[in-house]
């Protein structure tokens, strides 16, 4: 259920003739690879003792005609199904295939959007203590708007309106995180 509402969204987003484009675009990160345990240091400090540090993510492959990225951290399993948004981040130029760990904390070259808590920057996961491992999704979207055709502030669903008919290639990388 959660998967298909995920590719459902990707794709008002992506469109079906750019999905063709996105063939060979990746993302990865050192700090953890796809549907594995995310590390410690990006959960909240009251949770598992982290730091809400904002894991390393990468992309190579991007199609041609990419002027910037967005990146969001969603936990589709968060509050019994509605989910909660962790990070909202865009604008970020073509150039950069990489973001390092703590990216947007006072960092430059992006556009800090609205998380869950209408704060810009990344928050740190923490499930209820009991739960299943959530799953914390991070999504890159490759987009052919320049990097900053896009006002501050931008919450996920009205960043993704604006991202509508601009994607150029989309991919995710599934973390999971549970205490």
Do not use: E
């Not at 992309?59 to 990419?66: Q, T």
């Amino acid at each position: 259920m959660i998967v298909r509402a995920l590719i459902a969204a990707l794709a008002l987003v992506v469109g079906a003739a750019s999905a063709a484009g996105a063939a060979g675009f990746s993302v990865t990160s050192s700090a953890f690879t796809d549907n594995a345990a995310l590390p410690v240091s990006g959960s909240q400090p009251t949770c598992g003792g982290g730091t809400s540090l904002s894991p390393p993510l990468a992309w190579s492959d991007a199609p041609a005609g990419v002027a910037s990225y967005a990146v969001v951290l969603y936990d589709p399993d968060a509050g019994g199904g509605p989910g909660y948004v962790h990070w909202v981040t865009y604008g970020i130029p073509a150039s950069t295939t990489s973001l390092p760990a703590n990216f947007g904390a006072g960092t430059t070259g992006h556009v800090g959007g609205a998380n869950g808590a209408g704060a810009l920057v990344f928050a740190g996961y923490c499930p209820p203590a009991g739960n299943q491992p959530h799953h914390y999704t991070f999504t890159v979207y490759a987009t052919d708007l320049a990097p900053d055709a896009l006002a501050p502030g931008l919450t996920r669903d009205a960043l993704l309106t604006a991202l509508h008919g601009h994607v150029k290639a989309v991919m995710s990388l599934v973390g999971r995180y549970g205490r």
